[in-house]
């Protein structure tokens, strides 16, 4: 594997790689946006957020908590009572959504870079695939807002004799709603979270992930630029305190998580005082499976893609990487062979692929699974430890000669490694793939149609891939099975956690 960790620097120690746009916003201060207003924390305490190739720290940000979110639980609830956005004319809450994605994309550098140096991915991939897919949410968003459309009904009510009566349904926002999402993709899973509950009318508290806060805050500044009014877009950047106080909030009517399966549960136990709606889009330790029949290249490549994708910090990694019998030897080692060719190095530099993982705990952890692979009696074919002796860089790992039961088999290790086991026929193929606590996705490789609808009718995943893998659209609906989730996000299908019906009906 190849890889550079240089970082050219100006005489005051700032990444000569960084755009005039990304300079200036590290400079200013990274406060709270509460009520239209960027403020301190209550406390006006800060904490810092480091680059993750390197270790140094980049910018204090205010450190909010409790006292922060009811502030911004209270001015998301007037903003949705004086009713400003959620009866603003459709065709004018349409355009507002259109202009963020617009300017995500005028911004694309600025968001690509600053994504980088707080996550690790190379910018390069983020302005190519976060930033774009980003914008792609909020237009597709856009497009709904003029089609959130009841019905009439036809009621009978036989026991009312010979009175009429005219009867519709409407779709009415939720109200005031609690965001928190993940540090793998900061910008996206924003997106993925803000657009829904935009177009719907809903008002919102964002908590974004403690360790990747940066874009979260660009993009609150460019909803306010497009014209979203104050109060309801508010973002709150802290600790687990502060999704803590969101999701048990009193006057929080639903609550939005991305991110492990554990905090998942505490936020069901925390929203139960007033019964708010919860979605949830969880772990998963996905099948990637691959039948001798397949394209062999285009099986190659992508199955080191769906663990490599994102540094392996993606909840739908291929980590399960099931090969049948006849090719499970070669085709093992041509995965070995080119993850071991991945270009590994800091996120602003261009040739990177593969950047480090997100902090110092996550770096421990994977480290941890490098070694229990071991421990359990598997095998590295490449990689097993660290990368250079500079910030949190793994080197990507496949193992072989593991059991079912190895703990690189059945945990969410959210780094890049894979553990790959044997099958022999289609039904055990399906067996050993549906043989997780986990149902977020999975990926079929073969030539034969109707092996390919017949296996992915059968796995327990709510994302099937054939011959290919991370296949998103905005258009199609994203979630679990099993303890990978509640409700689905993206598609259609995200405007039902964010609306509720109304059932109107009149005696004529």
């Not at 994605?101 to 870079?113: M, S, T, V, W, Y």
């Not at 990694?317 to 071991?340: K, N, P």
Request: net charge negative; charged share 20%.
């Amino acid at each position: 594997m190849t890889g550079t960790l240089n970082r050219p620097t100006d005489a005051a120690g700032v990444d000569e790689r960084l755009s005039a746009q990304a300079r200036e916003f590290l400079a200013r201060p990274h406060r709270l946006l509460i009520d239209g207003q960027w403020v301190d924390a209550a406390d006006g305490r800060t904490f810092g957020t480091y680059d993750p190739a390197t270790g140094a720290e980049i910018t204090q940000v205010a450190h909010g908590a409790a006292a922060d979110v009811d502030k911004a639980v209270a001015a998301a609830r007037r903003a949705f009572d004086d009713g400003a956005w959620a009866t603003m004319k459709p065709c004018d809450r349409e355009q507002i959504l259109w202009r963020i994605g617009d300017l995500l994309e005028e911004k694309g550098e600025l968001f690509a870079q600053i994504e980088a140096l707080d996550n690790g991915k190379a910018a390069s991939i983020a302005q190519a695939v976060d930033v774009k897919f980003a914008a792609d949410v909020f237009r597709y968003y856009a497009g709904w807002v003029t089609k959130l459309e009841g019905s009439t009904v036809p009621v009978s009510m036989p026991f009312a004799g010979d009175t009429q009566f005219h009867a519709y349904t409407q779709r009415v926002p939720v109200g005031v709603c609690g965001q928190i999402i993940p540090w793998n993709f900061p910008l996206l899973m924003a997106a993925w979270k803000l657009g829904p509950a935009l177009a719907t009318g809903n008002t919102l508290v964002l908590k974004p992930a403690e360790q990747t806060p940066l874009t979260a805050l660009l993009l609150g500044e460019l909803c306010a630029e497009a014209g979203v009014p104050d109060g309801v877009v508010n973002i709150v950047t802290g600790f687990g305190d502060a999704g803590a106080a969101i999701s048990g909030h009193p006057d929080v009517d639903k609550v939005a998580f991305t991110g492990s399966t554990e905090v998942g549960k505490l936020i069901v136990d925390a929203a139960k005082g007033n019964l708010k709606k919860v979605s949830l889009e969880l772990g998963g330790k996905s099948a990637n499976i691959v039948f001798a029949d397949c394209d062999w290249d285009a099986a190659v490549q992508g199955s080191v893609a769906a663990w490599m994708f994102n540094h392996g910090q993606a909840c739908t990694a291929g980590t399960r990487l099931y090969v049948e019998d006849s090719i499970y030897e070669e085709f093992t080692q041509a995965v070995a062979d080119a993850a071991a060719q991945t270009p590994i190095g800091h996120g602003l530099d261009p040739d990177t692929v593969l950047g480090p993982l997100v902090d110092q705990d996550q770096f421990d952890k994977v480290n941890h699974y490098l070694r229990a692979g071991i421990e359990d009696g598997g095998r590295a074919l490449t990689g097993g430890g660290r990368h250079g002796d500079t910030g949190y860089f793994v080197e990507p790992t496949v193992f072989v000669d593991v059991k079912p039961g190895d703990r690189v088999v059945t945990d969410e290790i959210f780094g890049p490694v894979v553990s790959a086991l044997r099958f022999s026929d289609v039904d055990d193929a399906v067996r050993q793939a549906n043989d997780s606590m986990y149902g977020l996705a999975a990926g079929i490789w073969t030539k034969d149609i109707s092996k390919a609808h017949h296996v992915a009718s059968r796995l327990q995943a709510g994302s099937v891939w054939v011959n290919q893998y991370n296949g998103f659209d905005a258009a199609m609906p994203f979630g679990g099975f099993k303890q990978s989730g509640w409700g689905r996000e993206l598609g259609k299908g995200a405007l039902d956690l964010y609306t509720q019906t109304r059932s109107v009906n009149i005696q004529l």
